[in-house]
């Protein structure tokens, strides 16, 4: 096994919600409450290793964006660690360290609302890498054409603004922007939610052929599990903030193991559905803010008993690389 590129150890993230100014007032008295938070992720644990693609699964809400801008340096954890190549991501003082902060790059789910509507693409682009010394002011246009050639665009496009770009070419855009302080380690959050379908496999093919020949590693973040599928060689399953299970793509589509993976899968379309019946998970996913206790699945779940509503169930293996967090396994 090689050493863990990206590791994640007890990683948690709590965002406080600030009181209103009459519940300021009557906490003063005595008569509200005090302040609430949201446990967007709750006590993850993940490694991944070089030139791994790990995708990450869940609904809208489970933390999955909140848990790649922990990675990427972005939001430092309220709890935990997380280190990059054996050197924690983040300072003391909760900034990213110098070296992670250029080896890990984000690409971002909306490609217009991530990119300066005032700035051209040279700019874009170019910035980053002349501002940390990857190369010299003078070598910067040359720089952002390569770029542009890698990432299928003409070196025309680099004096245009963003709103001259259709979708595709402003997700193109997006990651030569990340390619340009030559990472190591890509977190990509939906990279191609934002796109139109017939732009979607052109986008999914970019990323595979970068992995190719720069020897990427990424995390993948989508709710599509046709893209999770195609991407990755791993995948990790989230449940409001609580990871649930962690299986290679292969054994966690022929076989998933936790009753929310299987109800995830077994809503996926399909193209044989004779005398087949779609029956989606029962419920709404809870509020962060008041998640059930125990496990956080059991309200959704058709195999719920009394000690999923009362234990939290511990992530353990269950199986050579498979990880379960499932009262049924014991």
């Known amino acids: 096994m090689s050493v863990p590129i990206i590791v994640l150890d007890g990683v948690s993230k709590r965002f406080v919600r600030p009181l209103d100014l009459a519940a300021r007032a009557a906490g003063l008295v005595g008569l509200g409450p005090g302040s609430t938070f949201v446990q967007a992720v709750d006590k993850v644990d993940l490694a991944v290793t070089p030139?791994?693609?790990?995708?990450?699964?869940?609904?809208?809400?489970?933390?999955?964006?909140?848990?790649?801008?922990?990675?990427?340096?972005?939001?430092?954890?309220?709890?935990?660690?997380?280190?990059?190549?054996?050197?924690?991501?983040?300072?003391?003082?909760?900034?990213?360290?110098?070296?992670?902060?250029?080896?890990?790059?984000?690409?971002?789910?909306?490609?217009?609302?991530?990119?300066?509507p005032r700035r051209r693409v040279t700019d874009i682009v170019g910035e980053a890498p002349v501002v940390h010394g990857v190369v010299a002011r003078a070598e910067r246009n040359d720089y952002v054409e390569m770029l542009l050639a890698r990432v299928g665009l003409e070196p025309s496009y680099r004096s245009r603004f963003p709103h001259q770009l259709s979708g595709g070419q402003r997700a193109r855009i997006g990651i030569a922007r990340a390619l340009a302080v030559k990472p190591d380690f890509l977190v990509c959050d939906e990279p191609i939610a934002a796109l139109d379908v017939s732009i979607q496999a052109q986008v999914l093919n970019l990323f595979m052929q970068l992995q190719r020949d720069l020897g990427l590693t990424y995390l993948f973040i989508s709710h599509d599990l046709g893209v999770v599928e195609h991407m990755s060689d791993r995948i990790v399953i989230m449940y409001l903030?609580?990871?649930?299970?962690?299986?290679?793509?292969?054994?966690?589509?022929?076989?998933?193991?936790?009753?929310?993976?299987?109800?995830?899968?077994?809503?996926?379309?399909?193209?044989?559905?004779?005398?087949?019946?779609?029956?989606?998970?029962?419920?709404?996913?809870?509020?962060?803010?008041?998640?059930?206790?125990?496990?956080?699945?059991?309200?959704?779940?058709?195999?719920?008993?009394?000690?999923c509503r009362a234990e939290?169930?511990?992530?353990?293996?269950?199986?050579?690389?498979?990880?379960?967090?499932?009262?049924?396994?014991?």
């Open 241 to 307: 903030g609580r990871v649930v299970e962690v299986a290679s793509t292969e054994d966690l589509f022929r076989a998933p193991n936790h009753p929310y993976t299987q109800a995830l899968l077994a809503d996926r379309p399909k193209l044989d559905t004779a005398k087949r019946r779609f029956k989606p998970i029962a419920g709404e996913i809870p509020s962060p803010a008041n998640p059930p206790a125990g496990c956080h699945f059991h309200p959704r779940c058709p195999a719920a008993m009394a000690r």
């Open 312 to 330: 939290q169930p511990a992530l353990k293996p269950i199986a050579d690389g498979r990880l379960s967090a499932c009262h049924l396994n014991d």
């Open 51 to 116: 030139g791994e693609v790990v995708g990450l699964v869940g609904e809208s809400g489970c933390g999955k964006s909140t848990l790649g801008r922990i990675i990427a340096g972005i939001a430092a954890p309220s709890d935990g660690r997380v280190s990059f190549r054996g050197h924690d991501v983040y300072r003391a003082d909760g900034e990213a360290n110098g070296d992670a902060a250029l080896k890990i790059q984000m690409i971002f789910q909306d490609p217009m609302g991530s990119l300066n």
